[in-house]
């Protein structure tokens, strides 16, 4: 995984990396309902993408809602959108001090790593990432994401509690993943893109560095997502976190980011997932992603992706615009 994380640093020639899965249920005649049960389906799903797109690496699916259900959770599920957390499970200290850390393999977890088993043996020219959601995200799930806000200045003690078990949740099921032989996993932190740089600092960015350093070698890397419209101002707070590569949102500016990321960083975004790839036209898909990669390209880091996850409904006409345009740009 290093040569690779070299590769993608130094190719005069480029691959886009973006967080594509759900849109998977078009290929295979399916509903996000069916995708997100069923183990074969998923590793099917992300097959039929990695023989369409010309990707970097293969990404499993962005859901959120996996790992706040294990703690028990309830979830909105619907056949054409990405699953919800409804409610809270944490509303004061005593419930962060009752709060059971479950198994992986509780809920869908189980389902979730069996898929990266199998779709390892389906798709061997590309590394496989799965992806967990990450400690102040899942946090602010299981408390709401209001709630938390303002817990961390009125309840800090009760969100640091909740951390520590967030995290040695996600710890685990990472190397559940790892075990199974991923090759990497995308860390999604979005909530903490709403944080100030202090307040990550101090919620967000130590607990996921704790990860990174019990999980990330040479055969494993870590890639953090933070698609918060703050990202971009605490760039030197994440990068302590000492991930492998950093994935940002289209609400802050690519340039932005790039100049204050180091060089042998990799640096990945940030077409808008919504306007660009779900509601956007073949040709806006062409232009926008022409018009990123003119603006970001002299940085070498740089790998254009999604901003976010592609959402399940987006027309695959875009989507392959998408790579067309990328290709079309290295010639």
């Known amino acids: 995984m290093k040569a690779w994380l070299h590769e993608q640093l130094t190719a005069d020639k480029r691959r886009a990396l973006p967080i594509l899965s759900f849109p998977s249920i078009q290929l295979l005649g399916i509903t996000v309902r069916e995708l997100i049960s069923d183990s074969d389906l998923q590793a099917r799903g992300m097959c039929e993408v990695a023989k369409r797109c010309p990707a970097a690496a293969a990404v499993s699916m962005m859901d959120l ?55 390892l043996k389906l798709i061997t020219d590309r590394p496989i990432f799965a992806g967990v959601i990450g400690p102040y995200s899942l946090a602010g799930r299981l408390m709401d994401m209001t709630q938390i806000m303002m817990n961390c200045y009125d309840e800090p003690e009760m969100v640091h509690a909740t951390l520590e078990k967030a995290t040695d949740f996600i710890l685990a099921y ?48 870590v890639i953090y997502h933070n698609c918060g419209n703050a990202a971009a101002r605490m ?42 790839f779900r509601s956007g036209t073949p040709g806006q898909v062409r232009t926008d992603t022409l018009e990123l990669l003119k603006r970001c390209t002299p940085h070498k880091n740089f790998l254009i992706s999604s901003g976010c996850d592609i959402p399940p409904a987006s027309s695959w006409e875009n989507i392959d615009a998408f790579f067309a345009a990328v290709e079309e740009f290295y010639q």
């Not at 990472?174 to 600092?201: F, N, R, T």
């Not at 760039?235 to 932005?256: D, K, R, T």
């Open 174 to 221: 990472i190397q559940a993943y790892k075990d199974v032989g991923a090759h990497g996993v995308v860390i999604a932190e979005p909530a903490a893109g709403l944080l100030s740089p202090d307040l990550c600092e101090e919620f967000s960015s130590p607990y996921v560095k704790k990860i990174v350093d019990a999980v990330q070698d040479d055969q494993f890397l």
């Open 65 to 119: 809602s996996v790992e706040a259900e294990c703690f028990g959770s309830q979830i909105r599920v619907s056949d054409d959108e990405v699953p919800t957390v409804v409610g809270s499970v944490v509303n004061s200290m005593e419930d962060a001090q009752a709060l059971k850390v479950p198994q992986v393999g509780a809920g869908r977890t189980g389902v979730y790593v069996e898929a990266i088993s199998k779709a």
């Open 235 to 276: 760039v030197p707070q994440l990068l302590e976190i000492g991930a492998s590569g950093y994935h940002f949102g289209n609400a802050v500016s690519m340039e932005e980011v790039l100049e204050q990321m180091p060089g042998d960083v990799l640096t990945m975004g940030n077409l808008d997932p919504v306007s660009v």
